[in-house]
């Protein structure tokens, strides 16, 4: 059992004092013990569950691979949500990035097309001229 089962357990916040535990753990007892329950084939397990939990959080029982345990999980948890933001950040990028090579493309066409119709401007106004018998320079 982790501390954050145990804490479930027994309705108690994470910043609970060994104070709040103990009365949390004496509410749950009450309901949840077997001479309280003869009919509830459970009930003993589940009060063992909360007596487990209580000895949990009150420091009674060792709990070092627990705590790791824990931290990775929450690690992981952050490990993944970055993983999600950064996929996310990706889409948008490569979004963005095909939004700009689009336009880059139309411009690049668009330049093309203005280069050669001057160009062909400039050789049909040479051509014009030189039949009217001008010369440059």
């Known amino acids: 059992m982790r501390r954050r089962e145990a804490r479930l357990i027994l309705g108690v916040d994470e910043d609970a004092t060994t104070e709040t535990i103990k009365s949390a753990f004496r509410r749950y007892a009450l309901k949840h013990h077997p001479d309280r329950n003869p009919d509830n084939p459970v009930a003993e397990e ?3 569950k909360g007596a487990h939990a209580y000895r949990l959080l009150t420091g009674q029982e060792g709990t070092d691979l627990d705590e790791l345990l824990e ?6 948890q952050s490990l993944d949500q970055m993983k999600q933001s950064f996929d996310e950040f990706g889409k948008s990028m490569s979004e963005g990035l095909d939004r700009i090579e689009t336009k880059m493309s139309r411009m690049f066409k668009w330049t093309i097309f203005l280069m050669v119709f001057t160009t062909l401007s ?3 106004l040479i051509l014009f001229v030189s039949d009217l018998g001008l010369r440059f320079g």
């Open 46 to 48: 589940s009060f063992k």
């Open 71 to 76: 931290q990775f999980e929450d690690i992981e």
């Open 122 to 124: 400039l050789s049909l």
